[in-house]
Antibody, heavy 112, light 107 residues
Framework: QVQLVQSGGGWVKPGGSLRLSCAAS????????MSWIRQAPGKGLEWVSY????????YYADSVEGRFTISRDNAKNSLHLQMNSLRVEDTAVYYC?????WGQGTLVTVSS | DIQMTQSPSSLSASVGDRVTITCRAS??????LDWFQQKPGKAPKRLIF???SLQSGVPSRFSGSGSGTDFTLTISSLQPEDFATYYC?????????FGQGTKVEIK
């Protein structure tokens, strides 16, 4: 059974940093393109970033480019999102996914 | 960047109705499109991948069609458990985008 279990998130002041993690079981993350997707309260889905299955090529939405960094730890079969210079508009539930399988989501709140 | 225009933004339908949701891409995306269903407080669930392939375990009343710029998700006979919000996702090129979503409500 495939599970993506997310951790991290919480409340942070504008300008602060947070790191999200996504631990996989039943699937090898390095076999897939892995993404982070977010959903602001009451809003639709927004793709944030992905990392390719081969190597470490990464891509980011314009809204987070230069502030967020996606990475993968193959030894621990986990995915991460380092979020720096956080803004109020980054407040959202964040999901990790290979689109067939999704994490449970974790809430990030950016507020003073 | 590729923009996805999804319509309608919401619709009201009855159990047993045939429902059609469309996504239009701002440029040719071949068949690089998935459809998702999301219920309140839950993670999305993939229904269709590659524009027309049914995800394992998804009822056959769901179908997807289209290629290039115009895509359709069809629910052939709406069931009570299908009331949810639906999203398309394009993954052509380097940057990916979701449609704005379609909320399917009970008439």
């Amino acid at each position: 059974q495939v599970q993506l279990v997310q951790s991290g998130g919480g409340w942070v002041k504008p300008g602060g940093s947070l790191r999200l993690s996504c631990a996989a079981s039943g699937v090898t993350l390095s076999d897939y393109y892995m993404s982070w997707i977010r959903q602001a309260p009451g809003k639709g889905l927004e793709w944030v970033s992905y990392i390719r299955s081969a190597g470490t090529t990464t891509y980011y939405a314009d809204s987070v480019e230069g502030r967020f960094t996606i990475s993968r730890d193959n030894a621990k079969n986990s995915l991460h999102l380092q979020m720096n210079s956080l803004r109020v508009e980054d407040t959202a539930v964040y999901y990790c996914a290979n689109f067939e399988h999704w994490g449970q989501g974790t809430l990030v709140t950016v507020s003073s | 960047d590729i923009q996805m225009t999804q319509s309608p933004s919401s619709l009201s339908a009855s159990v047993g109705d045939r429902v059609t949701i469309t996504c239009r891409a701002s440029q040719d995306i071949r068949s690089d499109l998935d459809w998702f269903q999301q219920k309140p407080g839950k993670a999305p669930k993939r229904l269709i991948f590659g524009a027309s392939s049914l995800q394992s375990g998804v009822p056959s009343r769901f179908s997807g069609s289209g290629s290039g710029t115009d895509f359709t998700l069809t629910i052939s006979s709406l069931q009570p458990e299908d009331f949810a919000t639906y999203y398309c996702l394009q993954y052509s090129g380097y940057l990916w985008t979701f449609g704005q979503g379609t909320k399917v409500e009970i008439k």
